[in-house]
């Protein structure tokens, strides 16, 4: 857990949880790093959700946070240190399922379709039938992130359902930089990475070797949600102006993206002080496979098979089980 975490969480429980329990006009919001978060940036650098609030009559007050990792996020949320938090969507369903009927945590929108790539650089593995206890899979969080579910699903459809944790003992807890970092320059014992853009996009250019066994598109069916943004039914009850204002953000911010990619891309560098080469962003940004959109698309298929998994205790019957309201105006799955 982050030091920045530990402060929230502690500076939460002295003030009775006083952060999250706020009136109208606040909002404390908290992201992973990288391209995925593209959205945020862009609401971020535009002030958009200010500029909602006050089309509503309200000035709100913005606190950014940048956190890594889904548990860390989770934890936040529930000690009411923040008020929305972000991760992948096994990570927000494994939530929705543990807070059902008590602190009912639900996701706000999604932050985009983007695909990971499982990818090595073991000339004998083309596929993760190929894969044996001689390989080491790079993921976040072994076993519970977003990849290693993935992985799981993938895995139940190859193997069977009963076996769908076979390769859980050959993955390794590592942040998706040092991941990266040991699949070009060698010398350690990951040769195998679950991986996220920018990363996967730069460990396939460094290292001609590193050659893609797998998307997280081809295990869901095609396009689909990465990374969503969550909070409670609290706070979005007791705030309806401000999650007002932050939904129409989002959408701003999308649209925002889809017009000008390029002018998109400088904004994730700017917000993020990022060293990646302004041409290597915009090429990301600018892949047809990366759609920087706040609709859901088949984060049904997580929440029905990992249910089917034993993962999750609750039946999800579609989408808009774990979602607020306000995201049924758009397309979703």
Same mark, same amino acid.
């Given at each position: 857990?982050?030091?920045?975490?530990?402060?929230?969480?502690?500076?939460?429980?002295?003030?009775?949880?006083?952060?999250?329990?706020?009136?109208?006009?606040?909002?404390?919001?908290?992201?992973?790093?990288?391209?995925?978060?593209?959205?945020?940036?862009?609401?971020?650098?535009?002030?958009?959700?200010?500029?909602?609030?006050?089309?509503?009559?309200?000035?709100?007050?913005?606190?950014?946070?940048?956190?890594?990792?889904?548990?860390?996020?989770?934890?936040?949320?529930?000690?009411?240190?923040?008020?929305?938090?972000?991760?992948?969507?096994?990570?927000?369903?494994?939530?929705?399922?543990?807070?059902?009927?008590?602190?009912?945590?639900?996701?706000?929108?999604?932050?985009?379709?983007?695909?990971?790539?499982?990818?090595?650089?073991?000339?004998?593995?083309?596929?993760?039938?190929?894969?044996?206890?001689?390989?080491?899979?790079?993921?976040?969080?072994?076993?519970?992130?977003?990849?290693?579910?993935?992985?799981?699903?993938?895995?139940?459809?190859?193997?069977?359902?009963?076996?769908?944790?076979?390769?859980?003992?050959?993955?390794?807890?590592?942040?998706?930089? =040092? +991941?990266?970092? !040991?699949?070009?320059?060698?010398? &350690?014992?990951? *040769? %195998?990475?679950?991986?996220? #853009?920018? @990363?996967?996009?730069?460990?396939? =250019? +460094?290292?001609? !070797?590193?050659?893609?066994?797998? &998307?997280?598109? *081809? %295990?869901?069916?095609?396009? #689909?949600? @990465?990374?969503?943004?969550?909070?409670?039914?609290?706070?979005?009850?007791?705030?309806?102006?401000?999650?007002?204002?932050?939904?129409?953000?989002?959408?701003?911010?999308?649209?925002?993206?889809?017009?000008?990619?390029?002018?998109?891309?400088?904004?994730?560098?700017?917000?993020?002080?990022?060293?990646?080469?302004?041409?290597?962003?915009?090429?990301?940004?600018?892949?047809?496979?990366?759609?920087?959109?706040?609709?859901?698309?088949?984060?049904?298929?997580?929440?029905?098979?990992?249910?089917?998994?034993?993962?999750?205790?609750?039946?999800?019957?579609?989408?808009?089980?774990?979602?607020?309201?306000?995201?049924?105006?758009?397309?979703?799955?």
């Amino acid at each position: 857990m982050t030091s920045r975490i530990v402060s929230l969480i502690a500076a939460a429980a002295l003030a009775g949880g006083a952060l999250s329990a706020h009136a109208e006009g606040r909002i404390s919001i908290a992201q992973q790093f990288g391209i995925g978060y593209l959205l945020l940036d862009v609401v971020q650098d535009q002030k958009l959700i200010e500029k909602h609030g006050k089309a509503l009559g309200l000035d709100i007050k913005v606190d950014w946070n940048q956190i890594s990792g889904a548990t860390a996020m989770n934890e936040a949320l529930l000690a009411n240190s923040l008020d929305v938090v972000s991760a992948g969507v096994p990570p927000m369903l494994t939530l929705w399922d543990r807070t059902k009927g008590r602190q009912n945590v639900k996701a706000i929108a999604a932050l985009g379709s983007l695909p990971n790539y499982l990818i090595t650089k073991n000339p004998k593995v083309h596929s993760i039938k190929d894969l044996s206890d001689k390989d080491r899979i790079a993921v976040p969080a072994a076993g519970t992130g977003f990849q290693s579910r993935t992985l799981q699903i993938e895995t139940a459809k190859v193997f069977g359902k009963d076996d769908f944790k076979r390769f859980d003992n050959i993955s390794v807890s590592l942040p998706h930089p =040092d +991941a990266t970092a !040991a699949l070009i320059s060698g010398g &350690s014992e990951i *040769d %195998t990475h679950f991986s996220s #853009a920018p @990363f996967y996009y730069q460990a396939i =250019d +460094a290292n001609k !070797a590193v050659h893609k066994i797998l &998307s997280s598109y *081809d %295990t869901l069916g095609g396009p #689909a949600t @990465f990374n969503v943004l969550y909070t409670t039914q609290k706070f979005h009850d007791e705030n309806p102006k401000t999650y007002k204002a932050f939904y129409a953000a989002l959408l701003e911010a999308a649209d925002f993206i889809k017009k000008d990619k390029p002018r998109a891309a400088d904004i994730f560098i700017k917000v993020q002080k990022s060293k990646l080469a302004p041409d290597f962003v915009r090429r990301i940004v600018e892949d047809p496979e990366n759609d920087f959109t706040a609709s859901p698309f088949r984060t049904f298929v997580y929440a029905d098979e990992l249910f089917k998994l034993g993962v999750l205790k609750n039946k999800a019957n579609s989408w808009k089980d774990y979602f607020f309201e306000e995201a049924y105006a758009q397309p979703g799955s």
